[in-house]
């Protein structure tokens, strides 16, 4: 049916008369996960998901941090052994370069038209400085999709979306990425905005001149920004940019007394926070110093059905502790080609 023929019927059945959709402007209220809704039972909830489970931490009092503050930190999560071999395979990556096709986003003046390419055409020196997110490289890396899917990761977001859970995409740092403050949901889309959560793992001990990450607690409840014509999404057309974004983020936070707190965590630990939770990277005040760390985003199978790159094709699968990480559907000679992680 055509518009106009979809307006006569509709008006015939006497509907309200149909119009393009609206951007929205806060996450629907029936499509939050449950932690966020009003009245949720957290102990309830608990002791049937833990029937049968082993959960290496105080689930409820995670759930209940989660829900006031917007975040947790998983002590000691991740075996440094593999934090040492995943780094080991980033190393290798950028010594020999040439030889992979990792996308990477180079945040310098010189790639401002074309910000985000192939590992292959930035020099060394570059990959090995500042202002550099090597992309998604756990599609090459066996060991990036067991981190990335971790069961100490896994059993806490699927308590979280009481859903199963899917990874959709991740960044890896050498340097500290001083980005303004802003919220994830803006930015990684899922189809329901509000089924967005996100770890942060520290690859080596988190110092304080570094340009640690800093967040603020609470911050998941403010009223959403509206970057104009978008509604709560951001891209190239909206009226509004990551600058205003930051600090009306930072002018809410203020305004709701609501305290600023840096991240200075030990190689192995984890932090998750909800798709709303506003944080940043702080200014580097060491040069010298490397910030090393793997930052992850992760949905629900009901709101992440297929990879953001190939939305129309069905996703090929690998599944680990009851999660899922979608292949990447554009270079699929370039997965897993980095195996070390197979004997872990
Ligand atoms: O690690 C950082 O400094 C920023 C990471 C971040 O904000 C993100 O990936 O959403």
Redesign the pocket.
């Known amino acids: 049916m055509n518009v106009i023929n979809a307006l006569k019927s509709s008006i015939k059945k006497g509907i309200q008369q149909v119009t393009a959709p609206q951007p929205l402007k806060e996450f629907e209220p029936a499509t939050l996960p449950w932690l966020d809704k009003p009245g949720a039972d957290i102990e309830q909830f608990v002791r049937k998901y833990e029937r049968g489970r082993n959960v290496p931490y105080d689930l409820a009092e995670k759930l209940k941090f989660w829900q006031k503050n917007g975040y947790v930190i998983l002590k000691q999560a991740i075996d440094p052994a593999w934090i040492d071999q995943y780094w080991s395979e980033v190393e290798e990556l950028i010594e020999n370069h040439k030889q992979y096709k990792t996308l990477v986003r180079v945040d310098l003046p010189e790639y401002a038209a074309r910000p985000v390419l192939p590992i292959n055409e930035v020099p060394k020196d570059v990959l090995n400085g500042p202002y550099i997110k090597f992309m998604d490289f756990h599609d090459n890396s066996v060991l990036g999709k067991k981190i990335m899917l971790h069961e100490n990761i896994i059993t806490f977001l699927e308590a979280v979306f009481a859903d199963r859970v899917i990874a959709m995409q991740s960044?890896l740092?050498k340097y500290?990425?001083q980005?303004a403050t802003?919220q994830?949901f803006p930015y990684v889309v899922s189809e329901v905005p509000s089924h967005l959560a996100?770890s942060?793992i520290a690859m080596e001990d988190i110092h304080i001149d570094s340009g640690p990450?800093y967040y603020y607690p609470g911050s998941q409840y403010n009223k959403k920004f509206d970057f104009g014509n978008t509604g709560i999404f951001f891209n190239g057309q909206s009226k509004y940019n990551p600058n205003d974004f930051a600090n009306y983020l930072d002018k809410k936070c203020e305004d709701f007394g609501l305290k600023r707190e840096t991240l200075l965590i030990k190689k192995g630990d984890v932090l998750i926070w909800h798709a709303a939770l506003a944080?940043?990277?702080d200014a580097i005040r060491n040069p010298a110093l490397t910030r090393k760390?793997f930052?992850n985003h992760y949905s629900s199978i009901k709101a992440y059905k297929h990879h953001r790159q190939s939305p129309t094709t069905e996703p090929i699968r690998r599944s680990m502790n009851g999660a899922d990480v979608f292949a990447n559907p554009i270079m699929p000679d370039q997965e897993d080609i980095f195996k070390g992680g197979e004997k872990l």
Do not use: K
């Open positions: 960044l740092f500290g990425s980005q802003h994830d996100a942060w990450l944080h940043g990277g760390s930052v």
